[in-house]
């Protein structure tokens, strides 16, 4: 069954005592909530553990990266393993600023994708076109390549453990959305990827949310459309009221 899904990325803010009280907030509105979307909060490293006991299974709860490795010398990195002991359950990747300043590449993440689904995490999956790329009319073959890239090595079943987010760039942090319409159109292209990599089963269970400039007064339009089944939220996650508005619009 294909899962409505709201998820925050809440990219490098809020201290750990900012989180923590982020999270007393947001367990109040989802218990007076009657959503029945499944609430995952994108958070930094040092939060994952933490918030993912808070949580009292309210939101799960998601790294915005891991390694390409599994352990060893490589200072600074947090494996997938390590990600999975914390009590999280989703991880970010391909995020468009991680390909952007981190110079990630669908082969990187191919691996990436691997090492989460080896350690039972869910993968939250970003591709998303440049401003120049829609303008050449390029879109659909850059996300072609991110998703045939990176995930079709998978299996059908573990393809169950993929969650898809498209964030056109041009979108993010901009406050210019996407139309309804540019969204419902590119997911149902998305759709019909899977659709002939995996069949018709695996095309119309696979979640697909949309990522950019999403908020309360925009949410609900996005939501409507047949292919659009959540969102994967920046900005407006990291306040308890906005995000629970975009919660509630599903
Ligand atoms: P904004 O909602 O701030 O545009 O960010 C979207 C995003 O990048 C989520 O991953």
């Known amino acids: 069954m294909r899962k409505k899904i709201v998820a925050g990325n809440w990219k490098m803010n809020k201290t750990l005592e900012k989180g923590v009280s982020f999270s007393d907030d947001l367990k109040q509105r989802i218990n007076a909530s009657d959503s029945e979307a499944i609430v995952v909060l994108g958070v930094p490293y ?65 691996t990436k994708v691997d090492r989460c689904l080896l350690d039972a995490l869910t993968v939250i999956y970003c591709c998303g076109e440049q401003l120049e790329e829609r303008e050449a009319n390029t879109h ?35 406050g210019v959305t996407a ?20 069949g018709k089963a695996i095309s119309d269970d696979v979640s697909i949310l949309y990522g950019g400039s999403c908020k309360p007064s925009n949410a609900e339009e996005l939501f409507l459309k047949e292919d659009v089944d959540g969102g994967l939220i920046g900005g407006a996650s990291l306040n308890p009221s906005d995000f629970i508005q975009i919660i509630d619009a599903i």
Not at 88 to 100: D, F, K, P, T, W
Not at 184 to 192: L, N, V
């Open 140 to 174: 659909f073959e850059v996300i072609k390549s991110q998703l045939s890239e990176a995930l079709f090595h998978l299996t059908a079943e573990q393809m169950s453990s993929v969650v898809i987010a498209y964030e056109p760039v041009w979108a993010i942090g901009t």
């Open 46 to 110: 040092i939060h994952l553990d933490r918030m993912a006991h808070l949580s009292n299974d309210l939101y799960s709860v998601s790294a915005q990266d891991c390694s390409t490795k599994e352990s060893g010398a490589f200072t600074g990195d947090i494996s997938s393993s390590m990600i999975a002991s914390t009590g999280a359950q989703y991880v970010i990747l391909g995020h468009s600023e991680r390909r952007a300043y981190h110079r990630e590449n669908n082969a990187d993440l191919a």
């Open 179 to 198: 139309s309804s319409d540019q969204a419902q159109e590119m997911h149902a292209y998305i759709r019909s990827l899977f659709e002939e990599k995996y």
